[in-house]
Structure formats: structure tokens, C-alpha cells
């Protein structure tokens, strides 16, 4: 991590060194405290190297290959941070070591951040012969919770280059339990922190071991109490480890911002009752696949200029270039090819064919489908911020495109398509795209990519069809072409183990990519030849969908989604695929009602996953469809309750969307959205879906904060978290088609209606005013308590006022209601008034209760 630079320890060398063991006061329950010590995983990560040192894992250890030539040991280092601490306690550091040449090497423990103190240190002579050394301290320093504390090697001093590799490194001690961090405070009333929507269902869960139905109360922004009821006892949710109450509000209906929920002393974030949010996010998701557009700059007038950069991967230095990629040295293909474009997979500069298919499917089919059953003037040509905004081509088409034409380029002369392009090696966090400087690679063509490319542009070609004639053409023939590729190397799997510099993305089943290409050739084209294909397939009328949905390893249920929207197949096989979305969706809604936080997630067979949060929303995919095919209203709730889990109603009181919620994602797994690494670069924009909790915690720094954690907890907002905080292509296109489809459902009034009306008569001289307000309640229910605000336009300052607490800061004026006058009954009216000084004109626009009124 070059982010966050190895430090000297040099102070170490000053520290007390107490080489014999300590009595510590508390039991010593050992602990491991540094992660990844066995380097079996064949990976070097969390350990980084310094300037002059480059390391890697070969053979089961980790080798630093050291520049000579240095002055001090800590001139050349390797080590690990965040590596916890605890004053007072005793640890015993061991590892085994060699070195091509006999060298001194110091084993130091310290703080990873200025001042740089040390807590200890002892030299050792590693020879070439692998040794065990261990030595045993007490922590000076109190680092707890994985903070500023750091182990590290210092190889320096020596004249000439040297390489010395360790295994099996240990830091055991201290007494308190890994794990349990989580930055993000939780509340115990759980809703969503954006918005319900008007009209809909409202439920929100709460914490608490109360056997016992609470009372809730529902305020608004003005804090007056507009609901109350009493929640439903749950008892222990295993999920989320939280003994759970349910609590729904879905009779309060009117529509505003800053509402709260509140049990007791508890109180939930603030959150709307509004279609709005959702009508934003179903572009904001769509604009995160802009910022990922590779080969082309981002530029401010699309994205604002904190998001702008220069085109990633086009040949200028330090970039190797897209333009004329080799494959790798070991496949000897013979051709370089051309795939500038693309989007960026993920927090990584990779590009994908498998999962580059699914995300621009699922894209596609988003907008396929608004075609078909819904709106898809949604998608319009002007719709996205982006520089084909006025081309008279829907914006959606344009976007999807980008990578539509990176995946033709992936075709090799044989009509095979390449697995995928990434860099030689993994880059440091943040790498900004144009200033990687790997050379990039193209990986062996594979079975699964091809046939992603032959459904994608079989697709593609049946949606640009009245759009462009000659590139849906061209499409149908990369399509036919790559699908007979497939049929001829039906087992070219991608190598699970080819994850240096870029993820694998190997599937060893393509039975389900065969079964989706069919699909779409059989709805683009109608031949028989695809007809029976589909119909002989395994997969055929939903066969294989389940609660496990589909992702970019299982694709099976996309074909059944194409040839349940496009006409081509007997109306009874079509009739028996929806049945099957209707069938797997109420098995859905089934698990979600004994939930504690209601999710359309399976989490029997292998708990929460790498990316649970497409899955999520994939599901809540297959719920939206069963609402489009039956029309039943629980299948569209469901898909709003798979949104409010996402949004914040969660475990976690925290939206996994960017800039959605008080509480949102903001640290993602990301080489330029890198702002924790980086203070001069950008976080997340808004609208970009973290990948959420994962129970496999398959990267260090989950590990080290996350240990023990229940499934739906297991996700913390690190950059370096990359098992459950990155982003990816094929997430945010779950986000887009859902957010797409629920702002179609979220009905045309996106203002509150208003329910009152203010009148402001004023007397006004030179300095000074006096004016009498008349409010009026103009809804058709009685008002308990009101609260007017409103913004003075000039230098006006209340002097004093009556029948209400006036108060001002600023210009922002407020009054609330005394004792007697807040009870106002539909169409009564409630007068008050003020004098102050100063000059200025009559406030235009009042609110009473957080809400826009009517000015008379
Ligand atoms: O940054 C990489 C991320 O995009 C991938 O999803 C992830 C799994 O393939 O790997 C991340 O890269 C890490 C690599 O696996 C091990 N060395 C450190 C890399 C950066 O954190
Ligand atoms: O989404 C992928 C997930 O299903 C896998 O378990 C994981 C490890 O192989 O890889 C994920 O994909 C990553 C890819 O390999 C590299 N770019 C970032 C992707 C998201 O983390």
C-alpha cells in the first residue's frame, strides 16, 4: 500500500527493548495479530514493501528482493499496518527467515503514523539457512482497535542487493478480541434512510430484547408527532445477531422530508416520504457506469470536475496501452488486439467479458422491458449527463454501447472471445487510471466469454435494430459467429487460479451461458436452429431458477427473462416461465416475513457472499418481474423492501448506496475514488452500490475487523475491505434496473402536496417592520402542532413576537405554536405576528411543518 507509506521505525532502535517476558494483568488468550503471517494464499496482501524493496510470495514465503547500497536497516523495509496494540500487554513476534546472503535484519513493532514511536525492536542475523526467531515484549502504546500500530522488517544497511524471505509470521498477545469494529454507528430503530415511497408500505425494525409490543411515535421535521402505534416482538434474528421488533407506519401517507422515527429514548435517521430519491437514483446508478468508462476522458461538464480524469489506458505514458494488446507470454496467440473502451470492472482497471456480459444485459433488458410493459421514455435521449446526450439515440442505448463495442473487440479471429484484459500485476491503492503503468495482458478465450458476447450482441442487435441498422447488423454476425465458436470449443473453461493483476471470473458450468445465448438468438432471430437449442436445454422454462437468483456465474435465468418478454416461444411454455417467477418470488416473500430485516436473500447454503447485495437486488429483479407478469401488489412491495434493506434498513443502519442516506457508503474499494487513501481524490459519487456484507471475509481488512461477525454485519466502509466494499459493473446495473423499474411504480406526484397556506401582510418603513402571518390549514386532517418557517429575503431581525416562540438565525425564521393555539382543524386558520428592524422585501415562501405551503 503505497498510499500509506512504510514508516522508518527508526525510533524503534531508541525503545526500550524488553526481550523477556512481562507479566501482563490480564489473561493472555493468544491472540494472532497479524494477518496473512503464512502467505498460503499465495498473496502478499496487507504486507507492503518500501522504496528500494520490491516483495512477492513465492513458494509459500515471502521474499523481498532489497536494493544495496542503503545506509541504516530501516532505509529498506517490508511490513505490515493496522496491527493492534495494546499498552501494558505482553506479544511474542517470531517468523522464520532466510536470506540468499547472511544480513542482519531488525524485527520492529511501532506506530505506522507520525511521530513514529517505537515500542520495540531486536536484531537478528538471517543466514540461508530458514531459522525461527522470536522475541517477546510489552506494548508501550495503545493501538486497540487495529489503529496506527505496525510490524515491520528492516532489511537495509547492507552494501550490496540481497533478497530475504519470511514465513509463517507472528504476532501473538494482548487480551482484547479481535474484531467488532464498526465505524459507522448503529441505531436501533432501522429504517430506510432515503425515502418511502407514497402510497406504499413503511415498515422499519427495531432493536431491542423487549418481549413486549413499544410504543413508536412518527415526527416530522418540525418534530411534531404525526403516528404512533405499537411494534410487533420478533425475538432473535440469527441473520443480523439482533432480538428484533417489527414496527409499520404504513398508514401515515403524507408526503415531506425529515421524518422520525422514534421508540422511547431511540430515534432512527431522518428519511422522506417521497417518490423523488428513487427517481434520482435511477440515474445517478446509471451515471456510475460513465466514471467507469475506460479509453475515453471523464470529463467535468458530465460528472463535475473532483470526478473528472484523463482517458485511462490509451497508449499515453506511463499507460501500456489498450490499444495493441499481446496475450499473455504463455498462450503465444500470435495477434495483439485493439479494446480501448469498456468500463472498468470494478475498483480495478480490468475488463471482463464474463461479467462485462451480464452488466450490460441486465442494462439492456431494463430498458427492453420498460419497452415492452413500461415506460422507456425514462431512458431518453437526454435522460443521462453524458457526451451523447443530444444524439437522438436514448441515453441508455448510448452508455450500453460503450461496452458493447468493447466486447466485440474481444473476438479473436476465431469468433472465441477473450476471457478478459487486465494488468500483468495488481497496482497499488490508488492507482488513477491514466498513471497505471502495467502492461496489460489478454487472457485465453474461454467458452463462458463467448457465449456472454453472443447473447449481449444478439440482444444488442434486436434493440438497435430501428436504431442503426448496419451496427445491429454487425452485432447478429459477432453473435452467430461466437456462438458457433462456442458450440465447436464447448469446455474452454477460464483458469480459477489466473487472479494475478485481475480477478478470475472462471465458471465450470456453461450449460446456463449456452442456454442464455439460445435464448437471445431465438428472440432476435426466431430460427429453429436456436429454437431447439433453448428447448433441449436443461435450463429450459426456468428450470433453474431459484432464491439463488442469477449472477455472472449463472446466467440461465436472463434467457428465461428475454423470452418471457419477447415474443418466440409456444404461449404455454411462456405462460409456465412467468408461473416460475411467480413461484420462486412468494418463496421470497415467504422468507422475508420471518426476517428481521426483510431481504430477498438465501443465505441457507452459503451465508452472505462476495456481492450480496446484487444478489439482493437481482432477486428483487425476479420479485419486479413476477409483479409485471401477475400484477399482485406483494410482489412490488417486495421489491421496495429489498430497496429499504439496501437504503438502511439494515443491521448496519446504513445505506450501501453513495450519497443516498445520512449514513452511506463512502470509502469504497476504488484505485481513483480513493479519498481515504488520498485526501486530494474524490469518494464514491453518488448512486454507486457497495458490494455489502460478505461472511466469507476474504480479504485482510475484513478480517481484522470483522471476525465473528453476524452474516448481515459482515461489511465495513474501507477502502481496503475488497471482499465486501468494492463496486462493480454488474452491482450497479442490479441497482439501475431495480431503482429503474420502482421509480416506474413510484406514481407521477413527486412534489408533496401542499396542505397549507401562509399569508404574510406586512407594514414596512426604513428600518423596521410589523406584520401579521395567517396560517391556514388547507389538508384534510387536523394539525396537533405547527411549526411556520421561512427565510427573511433582506436585513429584517425579529424584535419580538406573538402568539407563537419566535425565534431567527440568520435569515431563517421560525414559530412554533404555544399551548393553546396548536390544535387547527381542517380549513381553520391560526394568526400571529411579529415586529422587527431592518430592511428588506416580504418573504415569498413559508413552510409549516417542514412542508411548501400555498402563499396567499
Ligand atoms: O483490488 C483488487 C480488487 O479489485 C479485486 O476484487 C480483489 C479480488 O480479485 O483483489 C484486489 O486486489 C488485491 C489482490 O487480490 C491482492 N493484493 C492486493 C490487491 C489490492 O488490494
Ligand atoms: O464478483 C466477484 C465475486 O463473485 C468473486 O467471489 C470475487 C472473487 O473471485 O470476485 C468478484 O469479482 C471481482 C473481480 O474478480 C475483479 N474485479 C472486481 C470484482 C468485484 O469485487
Known amino acids: 500500500m503505497r498510499s500509506q507509506p512504510p514508516r522508518l521505525l527508526a525510533a524503534t532502535l531508541l525503545a526500550v527493548l524488553t526481550a523477556t517476558s512481562l507479566q501482563s494483568a490480564a489473561a493472555a488468550a493468544d491472540y494472532e495479530r497479524v494477518l496473512n503471517g503464512t502467505f498460503d494464499s499465495g498473496s502478499a496482501d496487507p504486507w507492503w514493501a518500501g522504496a528500494g524493496v520490491t516483495h512477492r510470495v513465492t513458494g509459500g514465503e515471502l521474499c523481498a528482493a532489497v536494493t544495496g547500497g542503503t545506509t541504516n536497516p530501516w532505509d529498506a523495509l517490508i511490513g505490515q499496518n493496522g496491527v493492534p496494540f495494546e499498552e501494558g500487554q505482553s506479544y511474542t513476534f517470531s517468523f522464520d527467515a532466510r536470506a540468499t546472503t547472511a544480513q542482519p535484519v531488525t524485527a520492529a513493532a511501532g506506530e505506522s503514523v507520525s511521530p513514529y514511536r517505537g515500542i520495540a525492536s531486536k536484531q537478528f542475523t538471517v543466514s540461508p539457512e530458514k531459522q525461527r526467531f522470536s522475541f517477546t515484549f510489552t506494548s508501550t502504546l495503545d493501538f486497540p482497535d487495529a489503529g496506527n500500530g505496525q510490524v515491520a522488517f528492516q532489511l537495509g544497511g547492507q552494501p550490496s542487493d540481497n533478497t530475504i524471505c519470511v514465513d509463517n509470521v507472528s504476532v501473538i498477545g494482548g487480551v482484547k478480541p479481535p474484531g467488532g469494529v464498526n465505524p459507522n454507528p448503529t441505531k436501533k430503530v432501522q429504517v430506510d434512510l432515503v425515502a418511502y415511497v407514497p402510497g406504499l408500505p413503511k415498515r422499519a425494525t427495531l432493536v431491542s430484547t423487549a418481549t413486549t409490543p413499544q410504543t413508536w411515535t412518527l ?137 462485462g456480459g451480464i452488466a450490460t444485459w441486465q442494462l439492456l433488458n431494463a430498458y427492453e422491458r420498460a419497452s415492452v410493459l413500461g415506460d422507456a421514455t425514462a431512458y431518453r435521449d437526454g435522460s443521462l449527463n453524458i457526451p451523447e446526450k443530444s444524439n437522438g439515440v436514448p441515453d441508455l442505448l448510448d452508455e450500453a454501447r460503450w461496452e458493447v463495442d468493447f466486447l466485440l473487440k474481444m473476438q479473436a479471429p476465431d469468433g472465441m472471445a477473450h476471457h478478459k484484459i487486465h494488468d500483468a500485476n495488481w497496482t497499488a491503492l490508488p492507482t488513477r487510471p491514466e498513471l497505471d503503468d502495467q502492461p496489460r495482458r489478454l487472457s485465453a478465450t474461454s467458452t463462458a466469454a463467448t457465449l456472454n458476447l453472443a447473447a449481449v450482441a444478439a440482444q444488442a442487435s434486436r434493440l438497435w435494430k430501428g436504431v442503426d441498422a448496419t451496427y445491429s447488423a454487425t452485432l447478429l454476425a459477432a453473435a452467430r459467429k461466437a456462438y458457433t465458436a462456442a458450440k465447436a470449443n464447448p469446455a474452454k473453461l477460464a483458469d480459477p487460479n489466473d487472479g494475478t493483476g485481475g480477478g478470475a471470473y472462471s465458471d465450470d458450468t456453461v450449460t446456463d451461458e449456452f442456454y442464455w445465448a439460445a435464448s437471445e438468438l431465438l428472440a432476435t432471430t426466431g430460427e429453429s436452429t436456436y429454437r431447439t437449442d433453448v428447448t433441449a436445454s436443461p435450463h429450459y422454462k426456468a428450470a433453474s431458477l431459484n432464491r439463488g437468483g442469477f449472477h455472472w456465474g449463472g446466467t440461465a435465468p436472463l434467457g428465461d427473462i428475454t423470452l418471457a418478454l419477447v415474443p418466440g416461444l409456444p404461449a404455454a411454455d411462456v405462460t409456465a416461465i412467468k408461473q416460475k417467477f411467480a413461484t420462486v418470488a412468494d418463496e421470497h416473500l415467504t422468507a422475508m416475513a420471518a426476517m428481521g430485516y426483510a431481504t430477498p436473500y438465501d443465505n441457507s447454503t452459503a451465508g452472505y457472499v462476495w456481492g450480496s447485495n446484487s444478489t439482493v437486488l437481482n432477486n428483487a429483479q425476479v420479485l419486479a418481474l413476477a409483479h409485471d407478469f401477475t400484477g399482485a401488489t406483494k410482489y412490488r412491495d417486495g421489491v421496495f423492501e429489498a430497496l429499504h434493506y439496501i437504503q438502511g434498513r439494515n443491521p448496519l443502519s446504513t445505506s450501501y448506496v453513495a450519497g443516498y442516506g445520512d449514513q452511506a457508503m463512502v470509502n469504497a474499494h476504488h484505485r481513483f475514488w480513493a479519498h481515504q487513501n488520498d485526501p486530494t481524490l474524490p469518494i464514491a459519487p453518488a448512486g454507486s452500490l457497495s458490494g455489502g456484507p460478505n461472511s466469507g471475509l476474504q480479504d485482510p481488512v475484513a478480517q481484522r475487523l470483522l471476525t465473528g461477525c453476524p452474516q448481515q454485519k459482515c461489511w465495513v466502509d474501507d477502502i481496503g475491505a475488497y471482499s465486501v466494499n468494492e463496486v462493480a459493473i454488474n452491482w450497479n446495473s442490479a441497482l439501475a434496473w431495480v431503482s429503474g423499474w420502482a421509480a416506474e411504480k413510484s406514481g407521477g406526484t413527486t412534489t408533496p402536496k401542499s396542505d397549507c397556506e401562509v399569508g404574510f401582510t406586512a407594514h414596512r418603513w426604513s428600518d423596521g417592520l410589523s406584520a401579521s402571518v395567517k396560517i391556514t390549514n388547507t389538508g384534510s386532517s387536523a394539525w396537533s402542532s405547527w411549526k411556520l418557517g421561512f427565510t427573511f429575503p433582506g436585513t429584517q431581525r425579529l424584535t419580538t413576537g406573538w402568539s407563537a416562540t419566535w425565534s431567527q438565525t440568520g435569515q431563517e425564521v421560525s414559530a412554533a405554536n404555544l399551548s393553546w393555539n396548536g390544535k387547527v382543524d381542517p380549513g381553520k386558520s391560526v394568526y400571529i405576528g411579529l415586529n422587527g428592524s431592518g430592511a428588506g422585501t416580504d418573504p415569498t415562501s413559508f413552510t409549516v411543518n417542514g412542508k411548501t405551503c400555498k402563499t396567499a
Open 219 to 355: 415526527k416530522n421535521s418540525a418534530g411534531a408527532t404525526v403516528a404512533s402505534g405499537q411494534s410487533t416482538p420478533k425475538g432473535l434474528d440469527a441473520t443480523s445477531g439482533d432480538s428484533v421488533h417489527l414496527i409499520d407506519f404504513s398508514s401515515f401517507d403524507t408526503a415531506g422530508t425529515g421524518y422520525v422515527l422514534s421508540v422511547g429514548e431511540d430515534s432512527s435517521f431522518p428519511f422522506d416520504i417521497s417518490a423523488d430519491p428513487v427517481k434520482r437514483l435511477r440515474y445517478d446508478s446509471l451515471a456510475f457506469f460513465y466514471h467507469q468508462r475506460s479509453g475515453t476522458p471523464i470529463e467535468a461538464q458530465y460528472v463535475g470536475e473532483e470526478y473528472a480524469r484523463p482517458a485511462g489506458h490509451v497508449n499515453v505514458a506511463p499507460n501500456q496501452g489498450d490499444n495493441n494488446v499481446p496475450c499473455r507470454a504463455d498462450l503465444a496467440c500470435g495477434y495483439t488486439l485493439d479494446v480501448r473502451g469498456g468500463w472498468y470492472d470494478a475498483g480495478d482497471h480490468g475488463k471482463y467479458v464474463v461479467n
